[in-house]
């Protein structure tokens, strides 16, 4: 593949990619780090890092682009490096960023520079931030660190607060693993529990970022989706029960998958946590029944307004 086949590739990817000779001087500047920083391709090209052009600082708000930064740090041993800082944006504001720096090698073995992919850390920081203050407010479930029932309630309560005051719609979604005590009782409780730190880890990562996530109880979990029609609501529980379909967990030589059913059902302005929880579980009583790993939304909407 020629050279300007690679530079397609590279700007086809999300994520900020750029190198620097040895001097630091930056010789590639993908679209990705174009949209993440502002900053054009012309604007940066044939500039050095030195220029503190994008002013990396630390989580101490230390300057890194005059010191020993990452990409100075793999140039001078040889050893990849990743690390989380935070660049200045052209339009001023600062974005936190995870950066992952690779020295680059001649024929010969000698290191003439180095690549650094960078990508937005912006949500998975407010993710933490937002793991921090719950374990704080005692809201999180300490074994699949995600909300706990406590959590799930609350924000049930102040979603329905929104919905009577600004007609925010919001739905909920039950949702209950198949046959979770056949996997205790042949893998064992530590594996359950494997199990349910990997449904929640699939959930979490898979809702929108506007939607949450808790542990009920046992082997249940709820979301909470804002926003929601019925068609949304039903689309969002049918892509979550297929991604856990697709997980799975290697045990020994073993591996283990399980599926959940799902129930949901779209906030009433007269629903109470418990009833509108209520509904939803009615709904997943109805997946059970009919053979599990399916979605059942309740359709009856005529009492919404």
Known sequence: MDDSLYKKLLDEMYDGVYFVDRQRRIMYWNRGAERISGYSADEVIGRFCGDNLLRHVDACGRRLCTGMCPLAAAMHDGQPRQAEVILHHKQGHRVPVLVRVTPIRDAQGAIIGALEVFSDNSRQ??????????????????????????????????????????????????????????????????????????????????????????????????????????????????????????????VADKVVHVTVSLGATLARRTDTPASILGRADQMLYVSKQRGRNRVSVEEDTSVLI
Not at 138 to 148: F, R, S
Not at 174 to 198: E, P, Q, S, Y
Not at 215 to 223: H, K, L, N, S, Y
């Open 125 to 250: 920081k407010a993710a933490q931030e937002e793991i921090e203050r719950l374990r704080a407010l005692a809201l999180l479930d300490p074994l699949t660190g995600i909300g706990n029932r406590r959590f799930i309630e609350s924000n049930t309560h102040s979603r329905l607060e929104e919905l009577r005051r600004y007609g925010w719609t919001f739905g909920v979604i039950l949702i209950d693993i198949d046959h979770f005590k056949a996997v205790n009782d042949r893998f064992g409780h530590l594996v359950g529990d494997d199990v349910l730190k990997m449904v929640a880890r699939t959930l979490a990562h898979n809702i929108r970022a506007f939607d949450v996530v808790g542990r009920w109880g046992g082997e249940e979990f709820v979301v909470i989706a804002q926003n929601v029609s019925i068609a949304t609501l039903e689309s969002l529980a049918e892509r979550l029960r297929v991604f856990i379909e697709q997980s799975s967990l290697p």
